[in-house]
Nanobody, 118 residues
């Protein structure tokens, strides 16, 4: 089992920045990828960014956040971060942390609200 705890959401003005954190605990040795998803009211949950926990640390971003958001990791702390800059009103959503194990099982955090006021 893997437990994920997110923090860092809040209310920010358009153009501002926020940093989300996701701390993993439990069977963290089995995690292959971690990432962030978001779900806006009335919309499906969508991928924001992912990062490999392996040595490569390869990343993947949804097109609308490229150049504005940066995902990073601290393997020693079992923590993944999402630095969000130049926030827009359309970034408003509940952001969820995701962990995917090598056996393809997935775990989710409880979600953290990000609200961008225009």
């Amino acid at each position: 089992q893997v437990q994920l705890v997110e923090s860092g959401g809040g209310l920010v003005q358009a153009g501002g920045s926020l940093r989300l954190s996701c701390a993993a605990s439990g069977s963290t040795f089995s995690i292959a990828f971690m990432g962030w998803y978001r779900q806006a009211p009335g919309k499906q949950r969508e991928l924001v960014a992912t990062i490999s926990i392996s040595r490569s640390g390869s990343t993947n971003y949804e097109d609308s956040v490229k150049g504005r958001f940066t995902i990073s990791r601290d393997n020693a702390k079992n923590t993944v971060y999402l630095q969000m800059n130049s926030l827009k009103s359309e970034d408003t959503a509940v952001y969820y942390c995701n962990a995917r194990r090598y056996d393809r099982s997935e775990y989710w955090g409880q979600g953290t609200q990000v609200t961008v006021s225009s």
